[in-house]
């Protein structure tokens, strides 16, 4: 069983960095393709990113696009996700998510997703 313990958030001002981490165990993290979602209050749950099994990133959310930056350490079983140049609306709990053999968009998609980690907050203060 697939267990994900997330780390690494905070409250930083804007135009801040952080990296979360999300580290894997009790199953083989090479064999899943991970992803990044967050949820800010009142709104449902988003896609960030994701990365596939083999290194290879399918996407990012529109958003991050050019600050974001997703990772993963097979040896360490841990994925990252390096967030730079952060902003206000950035705020949110945000979760890592596993699952094996995700094809063509599925990766954006959390109900595709039967692992999750814990959330860890971000704030972004203006």
């Known amino acids: 069983q697939m267990q994900l313990v997330v780390s690494g958030g905070g409250l930083v001002q804007s135009g801040d960095s952080l990296r979360l981490s999300c580290e894997a165990s009790?199953?083989?993290?090479?064999?899943?393709?991970m992803g990044w979602f967050r949820q800010a209050p009142g709104k449902e749950r988003e896609f960030v990113a994701a990365?596939?099994?083999?290194?290879?990133?399918?996407g990012y959310a529109d958003s991050v696009k050019g600050r974001f930056t997703v990772s993963r350490d097979n040896a360490k079983a841990t994925m990252y996700l390096q967030m730079n140049n952060l902003k206000p609306e950035d705020t949110a709990v945000y979760s890592c998510?596993?699952?094996?053999?995700?094809?063509?968009?599925?990766?954006?998609?959390?109900?595709?997703?039967?692992?999750w980690g814990q959330g860890t907050q971000v704030t972004v203060s203006s």
């Open positions: 998510a596993a699952a094996i053999n995700l094809i063509m968009f599925e990766y954006l998609n959390s109900r595709k997703y039967p692992y």
């Open positions: 009790g199953s083989s993290f090479s064999d899943y393709d």
């Open positions: 990365i596939r099994r083999n290194g290879r990133v399918p």
